[in-house]
């Protein structure tokens, strides 16, 4: 009935018990196939799994990112659902169930995410809007995180506590619960997303086809986020912001691009470089710094915008 998605990129004790959540006497009959892609991993997550015959590990030679790994994952699946689950998660003994029969009572619905809970209890803000060029200029300049109320979040809504159910734009890939017939409407993962904006993509080219996601607050997850990231930060910064640029570069007009890509380089270098320093974090600037280095070297120049 469920085929399950995990892309793993050293995710240690974190991978261990999520599956240990997965394969409880709860779910153990929901759950047909435990897919496990390991993106070439240098700890001992994969060979300190709990064991279960329900897990199949894909091991890559090299880490292909995290669009193309899911995709491995997804082409794998043959049951009615597909859950995209991140190794930083945990679920609750019904939250499988919930999932299954909220779908089966909403056949409208194709993409379906859980309310996600830090370690402490807090309502984790999990869901997205498809974005425009000036909404990702306010996130540039830092005015979406000082007045999110008057200068709406470009993609994360961060000024929603997210405490009701509602119809949403995007859930985060950490939980993904899908028919797996939406692969047939609009396709997998564009693989040129290497991490980052690959599921608002998908979510997008989703909409565009008149399907929907929703967003259930009574379905519950635990998410501890950045549990496999958090350890080099320069690099995320950097597969961020590529990845905000290439969606801007598949999705809004020449100008619209441009703005971003201007506001990207320059005004969003500086409004970080000021908060590091002000915030007493100054040690992370030299992260930023990094970052966007690694951003300089192997980003599209603008020039090229309308190539490909």
């Keep these: 009935m469920l085929d399950i998605v995990i892309v ?15 394969i409880s006497n709860d779910h153990k009959n929901l759950v047909s196939t435990i897919i496990i892609v390991d993106n070439h991993s240098a700890d001992e997550s994969i060979r300190t799994l709990p064991a279960s015959e329900k897990i199949f590990v894909l091991n890559n030679y090299e880490n292909l990112g995290f669009a193309k790994a899911c995709n491995q994952g997804f082409k794998l699946c043959k049951s009615s659902f597909v859950l995209l689950l991140n190794p930083d998660t945990r679920l609750f003994q019904s939250t499988l169930m919930d999932c299954v029969d909220f ?21 984790s803000k999990s869901c997205a809007r498809f974005p425009t060029p000036l909404r990702m200029c306010f996130d540039a300049i830092g005015l979406s995180k000082i007045a999110p109320g008057i200068f709406t979040p470009a993609s994360l809504m961060t000024d929603w506590n997210h405490k009701e159910s509602r119809f949403v734009d995007q859930v985060m890939g ?25 599921e608002l993509d998908f979510s997008y080219r989703l909409a565009k086809v008149g399907g929907m996601t929703f967003y259930n607050a009574n379905i519950k997850a635990i998410h501890t986020g950045m549990g496999t990231t958090e350890r080099v930060k320069a690099f995320r910064l950097f597969l961020n912001l590529r ?61 090229q915008l309308s190539e490909g």
């Design 174 to 198: 950490a939980f993904m619960f899908m028919r797996i017939d939406i692969f047939d409407k609009i396709g997998f993962f564009d693989e040129r997303f290497f991490v980052y904006y690959e």
């Design 103 to 123: 779908m089966n009572n909403h056949p409208d619905i194709d993409i379906l995410g859980s309310q996600l809970l830090e370690d402490d209890g807090q309502i």
């Design 8 to 22: 793993n990129w050293n995710g240690g004790v974190l991978l261990q018990n999520c599956i240990s959540s997965i």
């Design 243 to 303: 990845s905000r640029l290439q969606y801007a570069k598949k999705h809004f007009s020449k100008m619209g691009y441009i703005l971003v890509y201007i506001s990207t380089f320059s005004i969003e270098f500086i409004s970080r470089f000021f908060y590091l320093l002000l915030s007493g974090k100054g040690k992370e600037i030299k992260d930023l710094v990094k970052g966007y280095r690694l951003l300089v070297r192997n980003n599209l120049p603008v020039a």
